[in-house]
């Protein structure tokens, strides 16, 4: 479980808040889409669940024990791929036999399976490889480490399409009961198909905390002809297919598919969307 009580960082005196009074829980055995805008704090939260930043209180910590302290049997447990990083100019044996060894549960057998997956040689050189092929790269060894709590931050950034497919094929394939993925993004159509709750955030606070399933038992995601009844939409985007809309679902009794991109849209947009998928049923 990780746990979220009341927190409240900025970086320096002389920059705004980037959370202000943030609570939130995360259970075991959830792939959580972390959404935002650029800016709103997505990659700072879980560098905060990490350890790798804190706040005076200490208001984040793992199944119970202060993120801060970054004891070595909780950094067992974890694992973080920033948007950003550098590999050394060595093979991706090399890589996993020097460091595979801190993870109990590291299998090679993922690692070179999910390398395959993304069509990568197990002999790899990591100093000769695009940005988008060390992506794939480190997200192989951070499955392949079998940790409780995988942090991805813009995973998919640097990816081309293909190559976004088969992330997402890897990733589902390697999700357990005991497992949990954060996945933080503002491409959120490329992690649609995968998650199963998502965490809005939006300035210094929690816009949205829901699964998928309650999402679409309390809105309708549709494509509208033009010139359709938009009486009752909350949100209205124009499409060359027609007029797309998120509207109440009021009692249907099929669902429709979460669009997340047009529900981000949403959700930013217009209030009254926020308070349809937070009143009491």
């Known amino acids: 479980m990780i746990s979220i009580n009341h927190l409240n960082f900025r ?9 202000t009074d943030f609570s939130l829980e995360i259970g075991d055995g959830q792939i959580i889409g972390l959404l935002g805008k650029n800016g709103t704090g ?29 004891r070595p049997e909780t950094l067992q447990r974890l694992f973080i791929v920033p948007e950003e990083f550098e590999l050394p100019p060595i093979s991706i044996r090399q890589y996993a036999k020097t460091h595979s ?36 790269a480190y997200i192989s060894f951070a499955l392949a480490a079998q940790t409780d709590y995988l942090l991805l931050d813009e995973p998919t950034n640097g990816l081309d399409i293909p190559s976004k497919s088969q992330f997402r094929k ?54 509208r002809p033009v010139g359709a009844d938009l009486s009752d939409a909350l949100y209205i985007e124009p499409s060359i297919a027609g007029t797309l809309v998120v509207a109440p679902a009021n ?31």
């Open 101 to 136: 060894g801190f993870y109990p549960n590291f299998s090679e057998k993922v690692l070179e399976d999910t390398l395959r997956e993304f069509e990568l040689s197990p002999d790899i050189h990591l100093g000769s490889l695009s940005m988008g092929q060390k992506k794939k």
């Open 11 to 19: 970086y320096n005196f002389h920059r705004p808040p980037v959370f």
């Open 251 to 281: 009692g249907f009794s099929d669902t429709t598919t979460v669009n997340l991109e047009l529900l981000f849209n949403a959700l930013t947009q217009n209030p009254e969307v926020v308070k349809t998928l937070t009143q009491p049923s």
């Open 170 to 223: 890897v990733v589902a394939s390697q999700m357990t009961e005991q497992r949990t993925i954060i996945i933080s993004t503002h491409q959120v159509h490329d992690v649609e198909m995968l998650t199963d709750r998502v965490v809005l955030l939006a300035e210094d606070r929690l816009l949205l905390d829901a699964s998928l399933n309650d999402i679409a038992e309390r809105l309708r995601f549709e494509v």
């Open 42 to 70: 997505k990659s700072t939260l879980l560098y905060l669940i990490c350890g790798l930043l804190y706040d005076k209180k200490h208001s984040v910590s793992i199944d119970g024990i202060p993120s801060h302290e970054r």
